[in-house]
């Protein structure tokens, strides 16, 4: 079956430094969207994306749909504490019925 | 009551109790989902519901029930679960099934 495939898994960084990760696959996504989850709630959607090449900025977020529809991409700048959290993305199936895929996750920790 | 709201926040049931998961949204979306969240395993999306149907039972077990009894509401009944059921349990909706999903808060079911 289709399966997404996140990096880092989990990642240590200082406050105010740059965050980069990502999300790829074997297959096509029509769509790409990514989530934060804290510890105890559910995924808040962040980004979405809905065509190749699209590049959309949320305040300091900024996420890229990939050329190929393979791949996309999340960056954070200027980490800062309450950035913590796991982000998940997610891909909307080309084939079968209309449904997201979610990936495993990148966990992010930040240091003050 | 804003957002997708879910009841109990918690829940903690022995193997041979019947229960039930209750969400409500207040977005007026037509498509409704239940999730399953194990650590380290990616979502799992275990039903949906468009326009108050059952679109897709993803091969879950008969001990897992659920209802929609409109488009605002949605349950899971449980019955004789296994200590493995134990997770976070998301109920998400959408306006369409190809939009990002807004999730619910979850329950945290605890199967001793």
């Known amino acids: 079956g289709q399966q997404l495939n996140q990096s880092p898994q989990s990642m240590f960084i200082q406050e105010g430094e740059d965050v980069s990760m990502n999300c790829t696959s074997s297959s096509i996504f029509n769509t790409w969207l990514w989530y934060k989850q804290d510890p105890g709630e559910g995924p808040v959607l962040l980004i979405a994306?809905?065509?190749?090449?699209e590049l959309t900025s949320n305040g300091r977020l900024t996420a890229q749909f990939g050329t190929t529809r393979k791949d996309s991409f999340l960056n954070i700048s200027a980490s800062i504490p309450s950035d913590v959290g796991i982000y998940f993305c997610a891909g909307l199936t080309t084939s079968g019925t209309y449904k997201y895929i979610f990936g495993t996750g990148t966990r992010l920790k930040v240091l003050a | 009551e804003t957002g997708v709201t879910q009841t109990p926040r918690h829940l903690v049931m022995g193997m041979t109790n019947k229960k039930s998961l209750k969400c409500e949204q207040h977005?007026?979306?037509?498509?409704m989902y239940w999730y399953k969240q194990s650590a380290k395993k990616p979502l799992e999306l275990m039903f949906v519901y468009s326009l108050e149907e059952r679109v897709e039972n993803n091969s879950v077990p008969s001990r897992f029930s659920p209802e929609c009894p409109n488009s605002s509401h949605l349950f899971l009944h449980l019955h004789t679960l296994q200590p493995e059921d134990s997770a976070l349990y998301l109920c998400?909706?959408?306006?369409?099934?190809?939009?990002?999903?807004?999730f619910g808060s979850g329950t945290r079911l605890t199967v001793v």
């Open positions: 977005l007026g979306h037509n498509a």
């Open positions: 994306l809905y065509k190749a090449g």
């Open positions: 998400a909706s959408s306006q369409d099934r190809a939009y990002g999903y807004t």
